[in-house]
């Protein structure tokens, strides 16, 4: 298994640009989240999903939006980029919301 | 949201050492994580703990939930041990996430 997988690993945005973020888990896991780490911080949940077609917000939803048509892909999109989007993108998921939870290798994203 | 404090903040540690990480959280849990961030940005699942003991080399870990904190033990500690560790847990109030705390930076030197 490649557990979770999440591309591209570094990326810079000029402001006002979008982007989408991929995730793939082949764990055939129910939950997927997104997270955000700005620098010295914990993460922050910014969007989740318990299932194919069902999507919520977290902590900091702002700025973006998310899709869920797959169990196996949690695509991430970012609108109009603005530097407060600077930060590491993590990806996760688990088979329910109090299981282990497992991160892909995360996205950098520098928006200048 | 639950309030996760991590102690403390900055270890530095000569190789060889042992050390005791502590996560403190305010409410109820249904999961407790911890991970190792390395220097290059990976996050690595170290222990689903929600409650009890676990061990794996020369890491263990104890949570206890009624007392609501957590312990991470690092033996020998050595150079590759370097980075952040993250306590995060989710709560009973059906919140989806995990709720993580600010770290603890440990720095191993030869």
């Known amino acids: 298994n490649a557990g979770v997988t999440q591309t591209p690993k570094f990326r810079i945005l000029k402001i006002g640009q979008s982007m989408t973020l991929q995730c793939t888990q082949d764990?055939?896991?129910?939950?997927m989240y997104w997270y955000r780490q700005d620098p010295g911080m914990g993460l922050k949940l910014i969007y989740y999903?318990?299932?194919?077609?069902?999507?919520d917000k977290g902590e900091v939803p702002n700025g973006y939006n998310v899709s869920r048509s797959t169990t196996e892909d949690f695509p991430l999109r970012l609108e109009l980029a603005a530097p407060s989007q600077t930060s590491v993108y993590f990806c996760a998921s688990s088979y329910s919301h109090s299981n282990e939870q497992f991160f892909g290798p995360g996205t950098r994203l520098t928006v200048l | 949201g639950i309030q996760v404090e991590q102690s403390p903040p900055d270890l530095i540690l000569q190789e060889g050492a042992n050390s005791t990480l502590r996560c403190n959280f305010s409410?109820?849990?249904?999961?407790l994580q911890w991970f190792h961030q390395n220097p290059w940005g990976q996050l690595i699942n170290l222990f689903y703990?929600?409650?009890g003991t676990k061990q794996n080399g020369r890491l263990s870990a104890t949570t206890v939930a009624t007392e609501r904190y957590s312990l991470l033990y690092i033996s020998s500690s050595q150079t590759t041990d370097s980075g952040v560790y993250f306590c995060?847990?989710?709560?009973?109030?059906?919140?989806?996430?995990?709720?993580f705390g600010t770290g603890t930076r440990l720095t191993v030197i030869p």
């Open positions: 409410d109820s849990v249904n999961n």
């Open positions: 995060a847990v989710v709560d009973q109030t059906g919140a989806n996430n995990l709720f």
């Open positions: 703990i929600p409650s």
């Open positions: 764990m055939n896991h129910n939950y």
């Open positions: 999903s318990v299932g194919a077609g069902i999507t």
